[in-house]
């Protein structure tokens, strides 16, 4: 059980340098469009089974060329969505950094609650619960491994990675989700394993399209020495 991470293609708020969050109609900016065009090249030949996303326009926006490519309807779960920044959405990066929530989220950010919004601890629990919950239900709709993408936001991504690598969250802002970039973590029954971080390369690597482990090894083992390749 496979998940792709995939973050928005750049917008038009991240050039304009402010807290997108959940206003509306922030849309991609002209690289934000290539970026959403060659995501499909990226993962040209990978077997995907479905495509779930973010709410907010950006997201539906990055999706669109892969899921025309792919006969897919990407599926919005609100639980994938950006942070909810309450009074800072909107705000310049540049206005931001003079606040002192800033200190606090940038290092113990378990402990950061946005004014009139909501806490980084609250979206690391919702994000996760929403990528077990879907690669568990897709596991079971397809007899096995099955590999979807979600597309989603820069610190929801990071949140979830931090989870997979067994990292406090206050350890999360060392993590880095570029716009368009594919994080990739396989599920097993007792943990998972990150196999990508912030790809933003051509195509992803061949350990996507790799044959299941050998029944002598259980899949929730990492190999004793590294990669068997």
């Known amino acids: 059980m496979t998940v ?50 973010s709410p907010l326009l950006r997201c539906g926006r990055t999706l669109e060329p892969l899921a025309a490519a792919l006969g897919l309807e990407p599926v919005v779960d609100d639980r994938l969505a950006e942070v909810d920044y309450g009074a800072w959405t909107g705000r310049k990066i540049g206005d931001l950094v003079t606040e002192p929530l800033w200190a606090v989220v940038q290092q113990q950010p378990s402990a950061a609650v946005f004014p009139d919004g909501e806490g980084l601890a609250q979206v690391q629990a919702r994000a996760v619960a929403a990528v077990r919950e879907h690669d568990k239900r897709l596991a079971d709709e397809h007899g096995g491994d099955a590999l979807w993408v979600a597309c989603t936001h820069g610190d929801v991504i990071k949140s979830v990675l931090a989870d997979a690598l067994g990292t406090h969250l206050d350890s999360f802002q060392r993590i880095t989700a570029d716009p368009a970039s594919m994080s ?25 399209n790799a044959p299941p482990a050998k029944e002598s090894t259980p899949e929730s083992d990492a190999v004793v020495g590294g990669s068997t390749d």
Do not use: C, M, W
């Open 4 to 53: 792709i991470l995939l973050r928005h293609g750049r917008s038009t708020s991240n050039t304009a340098h402010t807290l997108a969050g959940r206003a509306e109609g922030v849309d991609l900016d002209d690289k934000g469009r290539e970026q959403a065009d060659g995501v499909v090249a990226r993962v040209a030949g990978l077997p995907i089974k479905a495509l779930i996303r």
């Open 184 to 208: 990739v973590i396989r599920y097993t029954t007792l943990r998972p394993f990150v196999v990508h971080v912030n790809h933003t390369g051509g195509a992803l690597a061949s350990a996507l």
